[in-house]
């Protein structure tokens, strides 16, 4: 259980372990959000866009949101592609505190229940989430766009 | 549920089936926030402090004096007991009392009612969370009850599960990272430069002055006349019919505090550089500001009021009043920049990048003029190679109260009744459940 209480759609985990595992080709990246009820953790949106802008579009400007994106970059040293999945915390400053809180005190009902990330990364602003950015922290320096 | 009027409790948990408002606590040094669950401020701000006067004849009962009003009011011999001492309750009897004040009846008629969530620091001791615990139960005699770190709650309302928290305090000022909702221990770091000691570096330059500032408080005086700038005052002192058993130095001290804290918010100012770029003789030449002390005295303070907040950052620069001895040697006292560095020590190396990028601030004393600019130049001046970010919210009501305000939402959504220590569990399991559920 969370630090508030929330838990986790069934439908969670199955949606990212296709996407990890590639049997759903067509998935970039899954937005979760929380059910209307306020009690559980759901997907929102499976995104096919295969530009990252189309990732970050999907992110409302001022409410919350998880997110697990499918990070696909060239090393610089030109050894060829690397794949890593990377969580997003989308918490942008101009969400209302509630939305903020249940997003923060909730975070680790779904974030324990995903193997196989990479990085985790806290957004409060577009430019934390922005490629450069989140491409310098997951490949540590060694990818190019 | 009737319709919860104005003052009313929300009905936004449910608990055992019915709609029940929790409420909440949060315990500072200083004061003492409570309030009901879902909302975002305190009803109530009460002192953390109460005022005592000794039993007369053996085997009597001393006098409790609660709530500031109460304590402000001058009376011959009461002493004024301070139950918490770095954020920690140090005197049980004194912080139940506290803590009864605070919620009932102005909140609550009974506190059987409503199940309670109190905040704690990070480094309160396993045995003071069990003690707290019990007494809620059998003292207080709550239905439900739930023990909240400070720090985890301000993380959350400031949208952070990962982060590290800033909170300056009265007491002390402490540095707490949390990782995923969970505060590591291992980097928690505090230093004794909170709001107290601010407040004792303004007395120290009011000492220094000659003659010295005198610091008689408004409630001791009854008359006082217009002087010009520098001019010797002489108000008249205020008569009181219990004139001849004499008021206690804590007492007084208490008092003064309050006129200290009024110099702190409007004439104590941040320096903005980095230390190591402090230079007296460079802010002397900056504009002074005239403050009016309650004897009518007024005088013009220029570098002082940089050189007071900037030994938070410089604790070598501390201002020595032999009269007043410091608690510390500031010579070897952690400044605020270095408790970071201590902490940041003490946790895993990829975990330090992600908090100094998501930096908390709260605490009263994170409201001295200027102080997150400051502390964001000093963190990235330590870390020149890092990305640092404060957070800190604009309104000072969310900085003051930020535990009050996370363990208010947090005991308010519909899931987390889940969570709450019931009085069955707790019989069951005794105190020591509070280990297990409240991490
Ligand atoms: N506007 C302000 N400017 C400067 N100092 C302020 C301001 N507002 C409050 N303070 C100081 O902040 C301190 C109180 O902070 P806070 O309420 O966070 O402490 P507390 O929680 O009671 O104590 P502790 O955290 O040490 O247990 C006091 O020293 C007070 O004078
Ligand atoms: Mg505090």
């Known amino acids: 259980m969370s630090r508030s209480g929330v838990g986790l759609d069934k439908e969670c985990v199955p949606a990212f372990e296709d996407l990890k595992l590639g049997r759903d080709k067509s998935t970039k990246f899954i937005i979760f959000k929380l059910s209307d009820d306020k009690k559980s953790i759901i997907v929102e949106k499976k995104g096919t866009e295969p530009d990252y802008d189309s990732f970050t579009a999907a992110l409302p400007e001022n409410d919350c949101r998880y997110a697990v994106y499918d990070f696909e970059y060239d090393l610089v040293s030109g050894e060829g592609k690397r794949q890593k999945l990377c969580f997003f915390t989308w918490s942008p400053d101009d969400a209302p505190v509630r939305s903020k809180m249940v997003y923060a005190s909730s975070k680790d009902a779904l974030r324990r229940a995903l193997n196989g990330i990479h990085a985790d990364v806290q957004g409060s602003d577009f430019s934390e989430v922005a490629y450069e950015t989140v491409l310098e922290k997951v490949s540590k320096g060694q990818g190019s766009k | ?439």
């Not at chain 2, 055992?16 to 009901?36: I, Y």
């Not at chain 2, 407040?199 to 220094?208: D, E, G, K, W």
């Not at chain 2, 070897?332 to 940041?344: A, E, N, P, R, Y």
């Open chain 2, 1 to 439: 549920m009737a319709s919860a009027g104005q003052g009313g409790p929300p009905p936004t948990m449910e608990y055992g089936g019915d709609e029940v408002g929790a409420l909440v606590l949060d315990p500072g040094t200083e004061t003492t926030r409570a309030g009901f669950a879902g909302e975002d401020l305190p009803k109530r701000v009460i002192a953390s402090q109460y005022g005592y006067i000794p039993p007369t004849e053996e085997g009597g009962e001393g006098q409790y004096f609660l709530d500031d009003i109460n304590i402000l009011r001058r009376r011959g011999g009461m002493e004024v007991k301070w139950p918490m001492q770095d954020g920690i309750v140090e005197d049980w009897d004194g912080a139940a009392r506290v803590w009864k004040e605070a919620l009932v009846p102005q909140l609550c008629e009974s506190l059987a009612e409503n199940p309670l969530i109190v905040t704690e620091p990070a480094w309160n001791p396993v045995k003071n969370r069990e003690k707290t615990t019990e007494l809620m139960f059998e003292q207080f005699d709550v239905p439900a009850f739930y023990l909240a770190r400070s720090a985890v709650c301000a993380a959350f309302a400031n949208g952070k599960s990962t982060c590290l928290v800033v909170d300056v305090g009265h007491s002390n000022v402490s540095v707490t990272p949390v990782y995923d909702g969970l505060i590591l221990k291992k980097g928690t770091q505090k230093t004794p430069l909170g709001g107290a000691f601010i407040n004792q570096q303004c007395r120290a330059i009011f000492a220094q002055r000659n003659p010295p500032i005198d610091l008689t408080p408004y409630n001791l005086i009854d008359k006082r006349a217009r002087v010009d700038i520098d001019e010797p005052a002489h108000p008249e002192m205020r008569k009181f019919p219990d004139q001849d058993i004499p008021h206690t130095a804590s007492w007084l001290k208490w008092c003064q505090d309050r006129l200290v804290h009024d110099f702190k918010e409007t004439i104590v100012q941040t320096y903005q550089q980095p230390s190591g770029s402090f230079s007296e003789q460079h802010l002397a030449t900056q504009p002074p500001r005239l403050y009016e002390f309650p004897t009518g005295f007024n005088t013009n303070f220029g570098s002082e009021r940089y050189k007071i907040a900037e030994t938070m950052f410089q604790p070598t620069l501390a201002t020595i009043n032999p009269d007043d001895p410091l608690p510390f040697d500031p010579a070897t006292v952690h400044s605020i920049g270095q408790i970071v560095k201590d902490s940041l020590q003490g946790i895993d190396v990829d975990v330090r990048q992600a908090v100094l990028a998501n930096i908390v601030v709260v605490g009263g004393g994170s409201l001295l003029f200027g102080f997150t600019d400051r502390l964001q130049n000093e963190l990235q001046s330590l870390y020149p190679t890092v990305r640092v970010k404060i957070y800190a919210s604009m309104h000072a009501a969310e900085r003051k109260y930020a535990g009050f305000l996370g363990g208010s939402i947090l005991a308010s959504l519909g899931t987390f009744h889940q969570l709450w220590i019931s009085r069955r569990e707790y019989d069951e399991h005794g105190a020591g459940i509070v280990e297990k559920r409240c991490k």
